[in-house]
């Protein structure tokens, strides 16, 4: 059985980019907001993580197809639910997954992982 990964370079990019932000962008880690995204991902992280883990398992390789399937397959089935307070956050978020996404893409040696990216980095 395998589970949900986060490919290096898809986490280094990500990691990059939230790094970048500016304080403008870093204002909306509020008290508030992360204490109500910290309650909601309590609440549903299980039912996320084999969310994940199944779309994961179920999508066509490579990894890095993998990835993006299943992330953006349970981002858009979650998303909805959030809480209010963590919109912000979202948007933030929206963000950073759309600029990872273009830098993969535009970073890939391998064609399906360039198509992999491109498709999924609209978002949700």
């Given at each position: 059985m395998v589970d949900?990964?986060?490919p290096?370079?898809?986490?280094?990019?990500?990691l990059?980019?939230?790094?970048?932000l500016?304080?403008?962008?870093?204002?909306v880690?509020?008290e508030?907001?992360?204490?109500?995204?910290n309650?909601w991902?309590?609440q549903?992280?299980?039912?996320?993580?084999a969310?994940?883990d199944t779309?994961y398992r179920?999508?066509?390789?490579p990894?890095?197809?993998k990835?993006?399937k299943?992330?953006?397959?349970?981002?858009?089935k979650?998303?909805?639910?959030?809480p209010?307070?963590?919109r912000?956050?979202?948007?933030l978020a929206k963000t950073?997954w759309?600029?990872?996404?273009?830098?993969l893409?535009a970073?890939a040696?391998n064609?399906?992982?360039?198509?992999?990216?491109t498709?999924v980095?609209?978002?949700w």
């Amino acid at each position: 059985m395998v589970d949900f990964t986060v490919p290096d370079k898809a986490q280094n990019t990500m990691l990059a980019v939230v790094l970048g932000l500016s304080e403008a962008d870093q204002a909306v880690f509020t008290e508030t907001a992360c204490a109500a995204w910290n309650t909601w991902a309590t609440q549903n992280g299980q039912a996320i993580a084999a969310d994940l883990d199944t779309g994961y398992r179920n999508a066509a390789g490579p990894v890095c197809n993998k990835f993006a399937k299943s992330s953006m397959a349970t981002i858009k089935k979650y998303s909805p639910n959030v809480p209010a307070a963590t919109r912000e956050l979202e948007k933030l978020a929206k963000t950073v997954w759309k600029n990872s996404m273009e830098k993969l893409a535009a970073k890939a040696t391998n064609a399906d992982c360039r198509t992999a990216y491109t498709g999924v980095k609209a978002g949700w």
